[in-house]
């Protein structure tokens, strides 16, 4: 399962993760993919970002079922904590 958070990108960008994904709400999108289609639709979102916020998270094989990514300069962002990730709301 991979879920992918968008904030303040180009409509283009959110399209382009519409090929891939569900678009479950504004710039919230989830679905399947394999490890190289999820890497190579990271490293878009990246490049296209524009300045945006963006949080990729996805299910692999650690304690806590998932790990997360984040790009561009979000609210929020994962840090780690005796090998768990955790969330930081920065004020």
């Known amino acids: 399962m991979t879920l992918l958070v968008l904030e303040k990108v180009s409509p283009s960008l959110l399209g382009e993760c519409t090929r891939y994904l569900i678009q479950v709400g504004t710039g919230v999108f989830i679905g399947t993919l394999n490890a ?52 930081k709301i920065q004020s």
Not at 42 to 54: A, D, H
Not at 56 to 70: I, R
């Open 36 to 87: 190289i289609v999820r890497e190579k639709l990271w490293e878009t979102v990246k490049q296209k970002s524009e300045g945006g916020n963006c949080l990729l998270a996805y299910s692999t094989n650690n304690e806590q079922g998932f790990s997360m990514e984040t790009f561009g300069n979000p609210r929020r962002t994962v840090i780690d904590f005796d090998g768990l990730q955790l969330i």
